[in-house]
C-alpha cells in the first residue's frame, strides 16, 4: 500500500496499537501526527518514526481534536486519514461503577472520538479529494464483556457512529469505518488464559501458538497494522461503514444489528398474548472465554 502524499493523524499514538499504526502508516509513506496525554511518550514516537510531529494533549474536548488537524495542516499542509484510537480503562462492575469511573471513559473514547472526528471531516470536506475516517472498536463493544460498562457502551457507539458518519459523508468521497482489534496489550496480558502463553513468547522469541491466532484471533500489535494501512489506502475506496476485526491470523467481517426473527399479530401485543407466543431463540452474548488446548 502506498500512503506517499497522505496525511494521517493518529490519537493516542505513544505507545501500544496507536504506536504500531503510526509507524506502519509511515512506513508506507504517509506524514503522520502522533498524538498521547504523555509529552515523553509522544517524544519518543516522534523520534522513532522519521517525519512525523506530535501533539501531547488529552482526547476528548473539541479544542485538542481541533489543535490535532491543526498540526497536521500546520507541518504537512493536509489531513487525509484520521485514526481515533485514544483510550483509557476504568473496569468495574455495575454495583461499583462510579460516575467519574463512567465519565472519564465515555469522554476519551465516545466523545473523544466524535470531536475528533468532526474536525478532521471538516477539514477533509473544506479541502476535497475524499479522506479516510477509522474509528477503532473493540470486541467489547460487539458483545459485551464483565465489568465494562463504560468501555462497552463506548465502542458500541463508535460502531453506530460509524455506519451514520459514513451516511453523512459519503458524497464527500470520505470512507468511515471500525476496526475492532484484538492484540497482545499491556490489557490483554493480563487475562489469566494469555498471559503465561504471551510472557513465554516474549521471553524466548517464539511465535504465539495457533490456537492463540487463529482460534482466539490474538496476535502481535503489529498483526493488527495491515488493516490498518489498507483502510487508508486508496486500495480501500468502495469500503465504508463496517466493522472489521482483526487479530493473529484473523480477519473477520462483522455483522451489523438486524431482525432476527419476527411475529405479527392482528391487533397488536399485550402481554400475556407474547407470553403465549414467545419462541424466540435467544441471541449469545457477552465475550466467550477463551478455550486453551
Not at 82 to 96: Q, S
Request: glycine share 12%; net charge negative; proline share 4%.
Amino acid at each position: 500500500m502506498d500512503l506517499n502524499g497522505k496525511v494521517a493523524v493518529v490519537t493516542g499514538s505513544g505507545r501500544g496499537l496507536g504506536l504500531a499504526y503510526a509507524t506502519a502508516l509511515a512506513a508506507a509513506g504517509a506524514s503522520v501526527v502522533v498524538n498521547d496525554v504523555d509529552r515523553a511518550a509522544v517524544d519518543a514516537a516522534v523520534a522513532a518514526i522519521p517525519g512525523s510531529v506530535g501533539v501531547a494533549a488529552a482526547v476528548g474536548d473539541t479544542a485538542s481534536a481541533e489543535k490535532l488537524v491543526a498540526a497536521a495542516v500546520e507541518a504537512f499542509g493536509r489531513i487525509d486519514v484520521l485514526i481515533t484510537n485514544a483510550g483509557i480503562l476504568r473496569d468495574r462492575v455495575l454495583w461499583k461503577m462510579t460516575d467519574e469511573d463512567f465519565d472519564a471513559v465515555v469522554a476519551v473514547h465516545l466523545r473523544g472520538t466524535f470531536t475528533c472526528a468532526r474536525a478532521a471531516a471538516i477539514r477533509m470536506r473544506e479541502q476535497g479529494g475524499g479522506g479516510r475516517i477509522i474509528l477503532i472498536g473493540s470486541p467489547a463493544g460487539q458483545r459485551g464483556n464483565f465489568g465494562q460498562t463504560n468501555y462497552a457502551a463506548a465502542k458500541a457507539g463508535i460502531a453506530a457512529m460509524a455506519r451514520t458518519w459514513a451516511l453523512e459523508l459519503a458524497r464527500s468521497e470520505i470512507t468511515v469505518n471500525a476496526v475492532v482489534p484484538v492484540a497482545a496489550t499491556e490489557m490483554t496480558k493480563t487475562i489469566p488464559a494469555f498471559a503465561p502463553v504471551i510472557e513465554e513468547a516474549e521471553r524466548t522469541g517464539r511465535p504465539y501458538p495457533a490456537w492463540l491466532r487463529r482460534d482466539e484471533g490474538l496476535g502481535t500489535v503489529e498483526d493488527v497494522t495491515g488493516l490498518i494501512t489498507f483502510l487508508a489506502s486508496d486500495a480501500a475506496t468502495g469500503i465504508t461503514g463496517q466493522a472489521i476485526g482483526i487479530g493473529g491470523d484473523r480477519l473477520a467481517l462483522w455483522s451489523h444489528p438486524a431482525e432476527r426473527s419476527v411475529l405479527f399479530r392482528d391487533g397488536g401485543w399485550a402481554a400475556a398474548d407474547i407470553a403465549a407466543a414467545w419462541d424466540f431463540e435467544q441471541e449469545s452474548y457477552g465475550i466467550p472465554a477463551p478455550v486453551v488446548p
